[in-house]
């Protein structure tokens, strides 16, 4: 099992940025790559960024140059740097991490931690 302590988040002008980290305890080292996804209201759950143990990053396009995803190996977490933020990105934004065995995937989440954009 792996567990997802997620933290940042909150209410922030147009333009601002806001910093959300992911830490992960457990059975780490099943974790394959962990990251971020966000879901705005009447929208499905879209992919923000993820990153593996080794550093290779997925960013989303509508993001990428706006948002940096980095980790700490050593401290089992991720980080999510979101500058100039819009009104679009407001959603609740989930950690996820994406394990696996020899038999098995599995998809572990936070509980999630909304981010708001005003105009």
């Known amino acids: 099992q792996v567990q997802l302590a997620e933290s940042g988040g909150g209410l922030v002008q147009a333009g601002g940025s806001l910093r959300l980290s992911c830490a992960a305890s457990?059975?780490?080292?099943?974790?394959?790559?962990m990251g971020w996804y966000r879901q705005a209201p009447g929208k499905q759950r879209e992919l923000v960024a993820t990153?593996?143990?080794?550093?290779?990053?997925n960013v989303a396009d509508s993001v990428k140059g706006r948002f940096t995803i980095s980790r700490d190996n050593a401290k089992n977490t991720v980080y999510l740097q979101m500058n100039n933020l819009e009104p679009e990105d407001t959603a609740v934004y989930y950690c996820?991490?994406?394990?696996?065995?020899?038999?098995?995937?599995?998809?572990?989440w936070g509980q999630g931690t909304q981010v708001s954009v005003s105009s």
């Open positions: 996820n991490a994406a394990a696996s065995g020899r038999f098995w995937d599995k998809d572990y």
């Open positions: 457990g059975s780490i080292s099943t974790i394959k790559s």
């Open positions: 990153i593996t143990p080794g550093g290779s990053a």
